[in-house]
């Protein structure tokens, strides 16, 4: 039988996700895309949260996280 319940762990990144894409994305989002321009300060950002190699494996540099991680994330900052 499959679990599909979030882990703890899958549960604070949505948190973190949400609250750093509501503080940092979602107040310029709008005129990002009006004007067709991406803001190169968020990839830093991104990264230094563990979002950019979310699900490469520690050995090669990244988060080491699931696949479910990274739908997680996508899905918040979507």
Partial sequence: ??????TDDHRLLEQTVREWAGREI????????RAHRFDPAI???MAS?????????????GAGMDYVSLGLAC???E
């Fill in 43 to 45: 990839l830093p950002q």
């Fill in 26 to 33: 979602a107040p310029r989002i709008r005129d990002l895309d």
């Fill in 49 to 61: 949260l563990g979002l950019l190699g979310i699900s490469v494996p520690v050995k090669y540099g």
């Fill in 1 to 6: 039988m499959l679990n599909f319940d979030l």
């Fill in 75 to 77: 899905e918040e900052l």
